[in-house]
């Protein structure tokens, strides 16, 4: 069956009010996640028993978003966006929906791409490590690290020899980190935005 067969459950909701803040809390929180409160405002709004029934109603409202929003779809391009098990009376009311709404998300979208511009981030080049007998200010025995920053075409490239001591902690957490740099750099390459 068709994660779309979710969105009936729109249906249920009071008013198109309710569907125009679900929306808007969507939008709002593309780059968090809902978190506790909206869930239980949306799960009453729409009168479910089930918490789990919102998830993949959730993944359907995404995805319509996302295609409004990047794709910069026009409205008849957004009832294509639709399959045919989808109501005709649901399929014109989120289409009008995301169309009220579409132009104040793109200028959003704009805007922190601008923001996003301005700061321009050293990307690492290389790293070597060397362990020698080298001692840290504190005596105990250090890693020195060798990093190679590339900068944008304005800047030169910059190395700087960090030393610091060696545990167990200290280099979970570097490797947490630079895990955390590549998943953002692959987050914002693809520019799914939430």
């Known amino acids: 069956m ?3 067969k979710h969105l009936a459950l729109l ?3 009071n008013s198109k009010e309710s569907i125009e803040y679900i929306l808007e809390a969507l939008w709002r929180t593309r780059k968090t996640g809902l978190d506790a409160a909206d869930r239980q405002i949306f799960g009453e709004m729409l009168q479910l028993s089930n918490d789990s ?3 993949p109603l959730l993944v359907c409202l995404r995805i319509l978003i996302r295609k409004c929003v990047y794709e910069n779809a026009k409205k008849d391009e957004m009832q294509k966006l639709f399959p045919a098990e989808v109501q005709p009376e649901l399929q014109r009311l989120l289409t009008l929906l995301l169309q009220k709404f579409q ?9 922190e791409d601008t923001a996003n511009d301005r700061v ?5 080049r290389a790293m070597m490590w060397t362990r020698g007998n080298e001692r840290s200010e504190i005596g105990d025995p250090a890693a020195i690290t060798n990093l190679k920053l590339q900068g944008d075409a304005t800047s030169s490239c910059e190395e700087k020899d960090v030393q610091f001591q060696l545990t167990k902690g200290t280099l979970e957490t570097m490797l ?3 895990y955390c740099v590549r998943s953002h750099d692959d987050e914002f390459s693809k520019r799914i935005g939430f």
């Open 2 to 4: 068709s994660v779309w």
């Open 11 to 13: 249906g249920r909701a």
């Open 53 to 55: 029934d919102l998830d």
């Open 103 to 111: 132009k104040e998300w793109r200028e959003d979208i704009a805007k």
């Open 120 to 124: 321009i981030l050293p990307q690492l």
């Open 176 to 178: 947490k980190s630079m």
